[in-house]
Nanobody, 121 residues
Framework: QVQLVESGGGLVQAGGSLRLSCAAS????????MGWYRQAPGKQRELVAV???????NYADSVKGRFTISRDNAKNSVYLQMNNLKLEDTAVYYC???????????????WGQGTQVTVSS
């Protein structure tokens, strides 16, 4: 069994900051990409940021320069530092990990349960 547990969401005023954390636990052999996605009411889930096991990153244009993704491979964890938050950043944020549970097994995407981020004016 593999679990991804997120934390760090909440209510913040526009211009403020939040830091999301996600830890993967359970039977894990290796993790390649880890990322954050978000889904606002009435909208499709979208990529926010992704980071490879080697540390390469990619961001949605809407968050470039404001959000920073990082990871700790030893802890199977990924983080999202969100600065200068805007009203349009309000969404449920989901952690994602692409991993294999054992050597030679199929690589599968796992998702966290989501954490709410609400930005108020």
């Amino acid at each position: 069994q593999v679990q991804l547990v997120e934390s760090g969401g909440g209510l913040v005023q526009a211009g403020g900051s939040l830091r999301l954390s996600c830890a993967a636990s359970g039977s894990i052999f290796s993790i390649t990409d880890m990322g954050w996605y978000r889904q606002a009411p009435g909208k499709q889930r979208e990529l926010v940021a992704v980071i490879t096991s080697g540390g390469s990153t990619n961001y949605a244009d809407s968050v470039k320069g404001r959000f920073t993704i990082s990871r700790d491979n030893a802890k199977n964890s990924v983080y999202l530092q969100m600065n200068n938050l805007k009203l349009e950043d309000t969404a449920v944020y989901y952690c994602n990990a692409h991993l294999a549970r054992t050597y030679g097994s199929t690589w599968v995407n796992y998702w966290g349960q989501g954490t709410q981020v609400t930005v108020s004016s």
